[in-house]
């Protein structure tokens, strides 16, 4: 059972907003960073958001991540088709000196 | 651009050890700050990290993984292992290595292998 938890899944409408949630304790998105990936089917994961809200470099300005307290969200604006897939938290954990990754959440763009 | 491809057998017998490596190109396994991880994925699950060793030789594993896990690295292969011990079939997976840019002790950027898929058998 993740520590970092996820709604198993979202759904959005083609060109609006779908915001996926992730919530966890003081020990891990309390006091550190979170990061978000993406995994379509068949793929490794590919890294959206490391430092909470910070974007490597090509990936589009559409994904974008927050953190407040314990919780942390990412937003996907403008949804296309080709974003269905698994989105995944992820962030250390001081307790436990680990990285955990949250359950996942699989996105359905209808 | 960093390339890394996992390596090993995809079939080990039950209560072996897993050995997996992982090959990298266009970088130093001994040169720059890498956090080098093993990240696994059980068929149709998430995502696991199983751990990381950085420059220093500093390892740190999942508490689950511990006292069966080692990660190392071997700077003259340009390469880095897992070795996983006792294998049960909840160990079967998808088994990815990882490099993760590490800036002030916090990573940020990474590069990820195909993955190597791990079936175990009775």
């Known amino acids: 059972q993740s520590v970092l938890t996820q709604p198993p899944s979202a759904s959005g409408t083609p060109g609006l907003t779908v915001t996926i949630s992730c919530s966890g304790s003081s020990s891990n998105l309390g006091s550190h960073e979170v990061y978000w990936y993406q995994q379509l089917p068949g793929t490794a994961p590919k890294l959206l958001i490391y430092w909470n809200d910070q974007r490597p470099s090509g990936v589009p300005d559409r994904f974008s991540g927050s953190k407040s307290g314990t919780s942390a969200s990412l937003a996907i604006s403008g949804l296309r088709s080709e974003d269905e897939g698994d989105y995944y938290c992820a962030g250390w954990d001081g307790r436990v000196s680990g990285v955990l990754f949250g359950g996942g959440t699989k996105l359905t763009v209808l | 651009q960093m390339q890394l491809q996992e390596s090993g057998p995809g079939l080990v017998k039950h209560s072996q050890t897993l050995s997996l490596t992982c090959s990298v190109s266009g970088g130093s396994i001994s040169g720059g700050h890498f956090y080098w991880t093993w990240v696994r994925q059980p068929a149709g699950k998430g995502l696991e990290w199983i751990g990381r060793i950085d420059i220093s030789g500093v390892t740190y594993y999942n508490p689950s993984l511990t006292n069966r896990v080692t990660i190392s690295k071997d700077a003259s292969k340009n390469q880095f292992s897992l070795n996983l011990k006792s294998v049960t079939a909840a160990d079967a997976a998808l088994y990815f290595c990882?490099?993760?840019?590490?800036?002030?002790?916090?990573?940020?950027?990474?590069?990820w292998g195909q993955g190597t898929l791990v079936t175990v058998s009775s």
């Open positions: 990882v490099a993760v840019i590490e800036v002030a002790g916090k990573g940020t950027v990474d590069y």
